[in-house]
C-alpha cells in the first residue's frame, strides 16, 4: 500500500526558511517522478515542484521558481522541499505526491498524502 506522510510545517514569518521532508512506503521508489503540490485557502492544487527519478532534473512553477528546491534520497526513499525566503501568499497545506511510472513532466499525481500545513505570518 502506497504511504506518503510529509511533515516540516508549522509557523514561520515572512523572509524565513522552512524545510518539509516527505518519508514514503510501499512503492519502488526510484521508478517514480515526485513532487510537491499545495492547496491555499479557497484555491485548488497547485503543483510547485516535481523531480526526476534519479533526483538530477527538477521544474519548478513560477511562484516558487528561485526560492523553493525540491530533492529526493534514494537510499532513504524521501523527498525534500527547501523554502527560502517565505511569503504570506505560501501559506497552503503542502503535499508530497507521486506520479505514476513512466510519467512526463506534464502528468499529474496519482497519489499524495495527507498534507502538513505552512503558515506564515508575523
Known amino acids: 500500500q502506497v504511504q506518503l506522510v510529509e511533515s516540516g510545517g508549522g509557523l514561520v514569518s515572512p523572509g524565513r526558511s522552512l524545510t518539509l521532508l516527505c518519508e514514503t512506503s510501499?512503492?519502488?521508489?526510484?521508478?517514480?517522478?515526485m513532487a510537491w503540490v499545495r492547496q491555499a485557502p479557497q484555491k485548488g492544487l497547485e503543483w510547485i515542484a516535481k523531480?526526476?527519478?534519479?533526483?538530477?532534473?527538477?521544474k519548478y512553477s513560477d511562484s516558487v521558481r528561485g526560492r523553493f528546491t525540491i530533492s529526493r534520497d534514494n537510499v532513504k526513499k524521501t523527498i525534500s522541499l527547501r523554502m527560502n525566503n517565505i511569503q504570506p501568499e505560501d501559506t497552503a497545506v503542502y503535499y508530497c505526491a507521486k506520479l505514476p511510472y513512466g510519467a512526463t513532466w506534464t502528468d499529474d499525481p496519482e497519489n499524495r498524502g495527507p498534507g502538513t500545513q505552512v503558515t506564515v505570518s508575523s
Open positions: 523531480v526526476s527519478t534519479d533526483g538530477f532534473a527538477s
Open positions: 510501499g512503492f519502488t521508489f526510484g521508478n517514480h517522478r
